[in-house]
């Protein structure tokens, strides 16, 4: 009996030569975009009140039991500027990580990491008593970030020509100029890329196989 075991590495890069195209990836960016115009053509995404009834977070509501609004804020979006930033860093980034990881996993950690932020985000204005209507799915692309640096640590701080430090730093200005520039959920942001770090954890292993 001989074993081989082989890096998660080989695996991943054969996996992205194998798929190309990011389906999920873009069926999700193409949902966000139809998304966006049906709100759009039924009032505006900039009023607060279509919001609401379009199914953006409102901790008060979700306190009371309408707990759908933490997902579907994730692909809800003020204005067009606020949906083409999201679109734009997950068209590239959201790429790379499901060729690495594979389409159902990748629809995992976007969703779930995406839920973690918007519950983070929940709970955190909760418990402050602040009051705030929010949507948008930089919670889910943070989730897609974190996934992402996992990813990139197990291939020893590269894959492809994405670096560690490239990722990091997206991260850290992304959340400095939410700072700054007001009106961004970086709690949100936070718990995404922190709920995406350990999905990544938990999705992407590496392989070994056995040959007898």
């Given at each position: 009996?001989?074993?081989?075991?082989?890096?998660?590495?080989?695996?991943?890069?054969?996996?992205?030569?194998?798929?190309?195209?990011?389906?999920?990836n873009f069926t999700i960016i193409i949902i966000n975009i139809l998304?966006?115009?049906?709100?759009?053509?039924?009032?505006?995404?900039?009023?607060?009140?279509?919001?609401?009834?379009?199914?953006?977070?409102?901790?008060?509501?979700?306190?009371?039991?309408?707990?759908?609004r933490l997902v579907t804020c994730m692909f809800l979006h003020f204005?067009?500027?606020?949906?083409?930033?999201?679109?734009?860093?997950?068209?590239?980034?959201?790429?790379?990580?499901?060729?690495?990881?594979?389409?159902?996993?990748?629809?995992?950690?976007?969703?779930?990491?995406?839920?973690?932020?918007?519950?983070?985000?929940?709970?955190?204005?909760?418990?402050?008593?602040?009051?705030?209507?929010?949507?948008?799915?930089?919670?889910?692309?943070?989730?897609?970030?974190?996934?992402?640096?996992?990813?990139?640590?197990?291939?020893?701080?590269?894959?492809?020509?994405?670096?560690?430090?490239?990722l990091l730093l997206m991260a850290v200005l992304s959340i400095y100029?939410?700072?700054?520039?007001?009106?961004?959920?970086?709690?949100?942001?936070?718990?995404?890329?922190?709920?995406?770090?350990?999905?990544?954890?938990?999705?992407?292993?590496?392989?070994?196989?056995?040959?007898?």
């Open positions: 009996m001989a074993k081989l075991e082989y890096d998660e590495g080989e695996d991943a890069i054969d996996r992205m030569r194998k798929n190309p195209v990011s389906r999920v998304v966006f115009a049906w709100v759009e053509t039924t009032g505006s995404s900039e009023n607060l009140a279509h919001m609401l009834e379009c199914g953006a977070a409102f901790p008060p509501l979700i306190a009371a039991g309408e707990y759908y204005g067009f500027e606020h949906l083409f930033n999201n679109m734009l860093l997950l068209f590239f980034i959201g790429d790379y990580l499901e060729r690495a990881v594979g389409p159902l996993r990748y629809g995992v950690i976007y969703l779930l990491g995406g839920l973690g932020g918007s519950l983070l985000s929940f709970f955190y204005n909760l418990e402050i008593g602040r009051e705030v209507v929010s949507a948008g799915a930089s919670g889910a692309v943070f989730a897609v970030i974190g996934a992402m640096v996992y990813v990139v640590i197990v291939h020893k701080g590269k894959l492809e020509d994405i670096s560690l430090q490239r100029f939410g700072i700054v520039s007001g009106g961004v959920d970086n709690v949100a942001h936070i718990g995404g890329f922190a709920a995406g770090f350990l999905l990544g954890m938990i999705v992407y292993r590496k392989g070994r196989h056995s040959r007898e």
